[in-house]
Nanobody, 127 residues
Framework: QGQLVESGGGTVQAGGSLNLTCGESGLVYNGVCMAWFRQVPGKDREGVASIYIGKRGYTYYDPSVQGRFTITHDNDKKTTYLEMHNVKPQDTAIYLC???????????????????WGQGTQVTVSS
């Protein structure tokens, strides 16, 4: 099943950078999708980025963050990272990491496909 714990959120000025981490336990890294989502009150949770850990590694980025965010994973540290650069006020949200043992769920990460979630970390971008 696994357990996820996010950290690294905070307040940053527009144009700045922030690095989020997702600490993992109880996961088997032989075919698993790790994803970052974000949620704003009153709006649907949206997939930001995903990375498939297994044969033929794969990454996905929402067009709104393409070129600004980078998702990576470290098996030894059991951590998934989200590097956020050139952040914008519209990036303000609670960021959550999630996992699912399915390659297909990484193609375009949709919330209902993911079984295990962290508690989230708040990111606030000031203009």
């Amino acid at each position: 099943q696994g357990q996820l714990v996010e950290s690294g959120g905070g307040t940053v000025q527009a144009g700045g950078s922030l690095n989020l981490t997702c600490g993992e336990s109880g996961l088997v890294y032989n075919g698993v999708c790790m994803a970052w989502f974000r949620q704003v009150p009153g709006k649907d949770r949206e997939g930001v980025a995903s990375i498939y850990i297994g044969k033929r590694g794969y990454t996905y980025y929402d067009p709104s963050v393409q070129g600004r965010f980078t998702i990576t994973h470290d098996n030894d540290k059991k951590t998934t990272y989200l590097e956020m650069h050139n952040v914008k006020p519209q990036d303000t949200a609670i960021y959550l990491c999630a996992t699912n043992p399915s390659r297909a769920s990484c193609d375009v990460p949709l919330p209902y496909l993911f079984r295990t979630w962290g508690q989230g970390t708040q990111v606030t971008v000031s203009s």
